[in-house]
Each structure stands twice: as C-alpha cells, then as structure tokens.
C-alpha cells in the first residue's frame, strides 16, 4: 500500500509541477511562432488549429525528466546504493532521445524546406530504428529484461537472440502508432496516459518499484499537459511529445515483459496504425480508391459525422475498458 500511495503521490506532484509551468511554455513557443501547419487535406474542421503551437510534449517530457532525475541522482552519478531505481535511466533516455527526433521533425514542419511535411520518412525511420536497436540491445543484454510472460503460462518464455529485432520492431511500431493518434484535441493524450497507467500497476503488481513510479509521474504529467491540450486545445504535442509518448510506452511493456498486452492495452493506437497499413495497401492494389474516408482512422469518424469530443471521449472509454482487460489477463 506504501508503494501506491507514494506512486500516487507523485503523479499529484507531476501533474502540480505541469499545470505550474503550462503558461509559460505556452508564450515561449508562441514567442518563437512554433505553430502547427495544417495540411491541404486535414483542412475545414480542422482549420482552426492552424498556428495553435506544438511541441506540447515539452511541457510533460521536462517535469518526468526532470523529478526522476532527482528522485533517482544517487543512481546518476553511479553510487550504488540498495533499492536505487536505476531500472528507470533507460526509459528516460529512450523518452529524450525520441523526444529529440521528434523536435527535429517538428521544426522541420514549421520552419524548414519540407514545411508542413517535416523530416523525410525514411530519414525519420532510419533514427527510429537505430535508437530502436540500440534500446533493445539494453533490455536485453544490460538489463536483463524479462523477455515474455504469456497468460496461463507462470514462468519466462526465453526468446535468445530473436528478443533484439522484435523488441526494436515494438519500439519503433509503437512510437509509430501513438503519432498516428495525435490528430484531436486531447486523444494520444488521454490513451498514452491511461496506457502507461495499466502498465505501471502491472509493475507494482511485479514488485518493480521504480519502473511504477516512473510510469505514474508519467501520468501525472501527462494530465497537466491535458489541461491545455483538451478541446479547443491551446497546444499541441507534436511529434516532440507522440514519438517520446509511444517509445516509453513500449520500453515500459518491455520492461514488465508483458508486452504482448500491448495488443489489448494499446488497442487504439494498434487500430490508428493498421487503418494506416490497410489504406495505403488498399490504395495501391486498386489503383487509387480508398477504404476508409480518411486516416487515420479518427479522420475517418470525423467524416462521417462524429464531433471531436465524441470521438475522444468514445476512442478514450475503449482504451480504458481495453487497459483494464489487459492488465487482468497479465495476472491471469
């Protein structure tokens, strides 16, 4: 109960820490013009959002960063001392080292040649994969991460040296899948929250203490920046937010070992993404038709008459019930 209650504590004082300093982040990026570029087909509701600033995620990536640096500085600077967190440094690097990928093809977007495009795509992929990589290289062999549990099954299912190139593959998908879903007001945030939030009670439900704490400052932060991002929202994450959002959440799956929850728990990014996969498949088998109206697949809603909160608030009820089955069936 001491390990919740601290945990709890803390996403309070994460979301305190965001709410404090939302306003000014908010005339710094304003300061510095970072809008957001609308492209041609996103325009009409959407309208309205061009030149709301992003790179929100700056907003909840600082104070994480920032209150595990300070919870954990024994670990930093390499004194060992019993019941340290230093299971939290990776996922903290993992969180900065997309977050700047992200940052990168944000200002691209807005103030570089490929404005309103950003980072080429497979510049964009060949970072992903390689931090993906280097990530996955860590759990395994550094960490010593579990590898897989499966429902039913009460021990660790090895994978030996195919653990590397799938745990790259949830890495990189995930991130991938998390950007895809920040297109409305207030939805990555709601689903990587209430994501990381299962995760982190599968955590404390295995005893990895700090990997929980980390997990539920996570959230707490992220419900300060939601204070700004819900509708109509004054900031937007960017990439600089989805890409760390997504990366961290599966290092964090990873971590528990339970990663195949992923499937359940990330349900929404998992369907944002496939909408994606099957659209652009679609699209070329048939020589240029299209399955859904538009994606991902949220724009597809919004083209067929569902308002912006309706979509968040339903997208958001299934990501919770899918959260909750998930972590369920990790006990199981």
Known sequence: MRDIALSLSLAGLAFVMTAIWGNPLLRILRHF?????????????????????????VMFIAPVLLLSGL???????????????RSILLPMAVMLGFAVLGAVDDLEGIHGKRRGDGMRARTKFAAQVFLALATAYILKYVIQAPELYLPGYFFEIKLGWAYVPIAAFIIVAES?????????????GLIA??????????????????????CFLLVGALFGFLWFNVHPAQLIMGDTGSMALGSVLAVVALMTGQWPMLLIIAIVPLAEMISVVIQVVYFRLTGGKRFFKMTPIHHHFEMIGWSETQIVQRFWLIGLLAALIGIGLSQV
Do not use: C, W
């Not at 919870?71 to 967190?85: E, F, H, K, M």
């Not at 998390?178 to 990555?188: I, M, P, Q, R, S």
């Open 176 to 188: 991938n899948a998390v950007n895809f879903t920040d297109g409305l007001d207030g939805l990555a």
């Open 33 to 57: 013009k970072l809008g957001k570029i609308i492209r041609i087909e996103q325009m009409g509701v959407h309208s309205a959002k061009m030149g709301v600033p992003t790179m929100g995620g």
């Open 193 to 214: 929250a209430t994501a990381i939030a299962a995760f982190g009670g599968i955590a404390l439900m295995q005893e990895q203490i700090y990997l929980a704490r980390f």
């Open 71 to 85: 919870l954990n500085a024994v670990a930093l600077i390499g004194v060992t001392v019993g019941g340290v967190g």
